[in-house]
């Protein structure tokens, strides 16, 4: 080492043979965060001090069955996801359809006994209660359409970044038609 290395304190990387099970970990829990394996290479080889080549990154990368446990994990991932989300839309769908439903029958009831001051009155509670299940049958179409666009994204988009990026505007779309 130069004297001037030494005065900056700096050592220059090792150049192993044996890599420890700590820089293993270290570089797959790097590539499951979506960095390459030049990158894993770098960031390994900055935070151990050490040389690793990207060579060594795409060994173990296919040694480890890197790619098929990124991606088993990333689907199981996602059907948490949608299963949880479907079951919350499944439950708003099933009480926005009660509610429709118990405005119809007031409405046939009330209809049928005259119990409304006006028989447009009992007319318009009907005309709404059944566009309401109309409007909730039509959502739940429009929810297995996006079911299977979200199927077909997954399988086709392997960038994780722009997967992340496609399910957050699809949720915020889908949140932001709920509210309307």
Same mark, same amino acid.
């Given at each position: 080492m130069s004297q001037s290395q030494e005065?900056?304190? /700096?050592?220059?990387? =090792? +150049? =192993?043979? =044996? #890599?420890?099970?700590?820089?293993?970990?270290?570089?797959?829990?790097?590539?499951?965060?979506?960095?390459s394996a030049p990158k894993v290479a770098h960031q390994i080889s900055n935070r151990f001090n050490i040389v690793c080549k990207t060579s060594t990154i795409s060994k173990w990368k296919d040694e480890g069955q890197w790619v098929i446990r990124r991606d088993e994990v990333r /689907?199981? /991932? #996602? /059907?948490? +996801?949608?299963k949880e989300e479907k079951k919350r839309l499944v439950a708003m769908n099933r009480e926005h359809a009660r509610t429709y439903?118990?405005?119809? &029958?007031?409405?046939?009831?009330?209809?049928e006994n005259l119990h409304f001051d006006e028989a447009k009155d009992?007319?318009?509670?009907?005309?709404?209660?059944?566009?309401?299940?109309?409007e909730v049958i039509s959502g739940l179409i429009?929810?297995?359409?996006? &079911?299977?666009?979200v199927n077909v994204l997954r399988e086709e988009v392997l960038d994780e970044e722009t997967l992340k990026r496609i399910a957050f505007r699809l949720k915020r779309l889908l949140s932001d038609n709920l509210r309307d």
């Amino acid at each position: 080492m130069s004297q001037s290395q030494e005065e900056a304190g /700096s050592q220059l990387p =090792v +150049l =192993v043979n =044996v #890599y420890t099970e700590e820089m293993k970990l270290e570089a797959f829990d790097l590539f499951m965060k979506g960095l390459s394996a030049p990158k894993v290479a770098h960031q390994i080889s900055n935070r151990f001090n050490i040389v690793c080549k990207t060579s060594t990154i795409s060994k173990w990368k296919d040694e480890g069955q890197w790619v098929i446990r990124r991606d088993e994990v990333r /689907s199981q /991932s #996602y /059907s948490l +996801l949608e299963k949880e989300e479907k079951k919350r839309l499944v439950a708003m769908n099933r009480e926005h359809a009660r509610t429709y439903q118990a405005i119809t &029958e007031r409405a046939l009831g009330d209809f049928e006994n005259l119990h409304f001051d006006e028989a447009k009155d009992a007319v318009r509670a009907l005309h709404t209660g059944i566009q309401g299940e109309r409007e909730v049958i039509s959502g739940l179409i429009n929810l297995q359409f996006v &079911e299977d666009v979200v199927n077909v994204l997954r399988e086709e988009v392997l960038d994780e970044e722009t997967l992340k990026r496609i399910a957050f505007r699809l949720k915020r779309l889908l949140s932001d038609n709920l509210r309307d």
